[in-house]
C-alpha cells in the first residue's frame, strides 16, 4: 500500500467505529465526537503525541472557561462585550505561530464563540455545551491516537531507492514573520472575525453558529484563506459536501435503521478518503 493509501484506510476505518460507537453509545452531544476524530485523522501527519493534544485540550478548556464568564456576565452589556472580544480574538490570531498545536485557532475560537451564543438561548445550554464539547473532543484524541497505533504510516510500502543518488537540496529555511506584520495581518483577522460576531450576536442567529465559527477559523489565515482560488475550493467543497449530506439524510429518513448508518458512513468515508 502506499501512503495514501494508508492515510485513507485510517480515516475510513477510524470514522465508522467512531460513529458506530459514539451512536451506540448516544452520551449528550455524541455526534460531535466523530467530527473531532475525522479533523485529526484527516491531518496529513503522524500522531503528534499526547503532549501536544494536552496543548490542545489545554487550549479548549481555557476558551470554554472564557466563553461562560463571557456569557454569564457580559452578554448584557455590549459596549463592554464587543471590545473584549476585539482583545480576545487579537491575542488568539497573534499568537498563532508555527510553533503551535493543529488547529489551534479554531479550538480557541470555538469556546469563546459558540458557549456564548448557546448562553443567549439558555444559561445551563452554555455550561451543557462547555462540558460535551470537552468531553468529545478528548474522546476525539483518544480515537485518534488508536488508529494511528493500529494503522500507523510504517504500513505503506516504502517505493525502491533510485540507482544514483542525487544529492538532495537542503531544505528552505523559514523566515520569521516580523512583529510589525504579525499586528497587521492579527489586526486584519480581528476586524473580520469581531464584524461577525457583532452580526450573529445582534440578530441572536445561534442556529447558524457553524457559521461564525468558520468565519473566525478562516479569518485566522487571510494569507491563504483570502485568493480567488482558496475561496473555489471552499466553495466547491461546501457545495460537494452539501449535496452529499441531503443525499445521506435522505437516506437514512427512508431506511432508518442503525445497520443502515453505518454503511452509510462507511460508503461516504471511502468515498471522500
Keep these: ?25 448516544a452520551w449528550p452531544m455524541y455526534f460531535i465526537m466523530p467530527v473531532f476524530t475525522v479533523m485529526f485523522l484527516s491531518m496529513p501527519i503522524p500522531w503528534f503525541g499526547w503532549k501536544m493534544a494536552g496543548q490542545l485540550l489545554f487550549r479548549l478548556a481555557f476558551s470554554l472557561l472564557v466563553g461562560l464568564s463571557i456569557s454569564e456576565f457580559l452578554l448584557d452589556f455590549p459596549l463592554i462585550c464587543i471590545p473584549v472580544y476585539g482583545l480576545l480574538l487579537f491575542f488568539i490570531y497573534y499568537n498563532d505561530t508555527p510553533s503551535a498545536p493543529p488547529m489551534a485557532i479554531l479550538f480557541m475560537t470555538l469556546g469563546i464563540t459558540i458557549v456564548p451564543v448557546m448562553g443567549l438561548q439558555s444559561p445551563l445550554g452554555s455550561h451543557v455545551i462547555s462540558a460535551g464539547l470537552f468531553f468529545n473532543m478528548a474522546l476525539g484524541l483518544i480515537f485518534t491516537w488508536l488508529f494511528h497505533g ?50 450573529f450576536f445582534s440578530l441572536n442567529l445561534s442556529q447558524y453558529a ?40 435522505n437516506l437514512l429518513v427512508a431506511v432508518p435503521a442503525f445497520s443502515f448508518l453505518l454503511a452509510v458512513t462507511l460508503y461516504f468515508s471511502f468515498l471522500f478518503g
Design 150 to 199: 493500529l494503522i500507523p504510516n510504517s504500513m505503506a510500502k516504502l517505493s525502491p531507492a533510485p540507482l544514483v543518488k542525487k544529492s538532495a537540496a537542503p531544505p528552505p529555511i523559514p523566515v520569521p514573520v516580523l512583529k510589525q506584520e504579525r499586528a497587521r495581518l492579527a489586526f486584519v483577522s480581528t476586524l473580520v472575525a469581531l464584524l461577525a460576531i457583532t452580526i
Design 1 to 25: 500500500m502506499t501512503l495514501q493509501n494508508v492515510q485513507t484506510l485510517r480515516l475510513v476505518l477510524g470514522a465508522w467505529t467512531a460513529v458506530a460507537f459514539a451512536y451506540a453509545a
Design 210 to 249: 457553524l457559521a461564525m465559527i468558520q468565519i473566525c477559523f478562516m479569518a485566522g489565515s487571510p494569507g491563504t484563506n483570502s485568493s480567488i482560488q482558496a475561496m473555489k475550493g471552499n466553495a466547491l467543497a461546501t457545495c460537494i459536501g452539501g449535496i452529499a449530506i441531503i443525499i445521506a439524510f
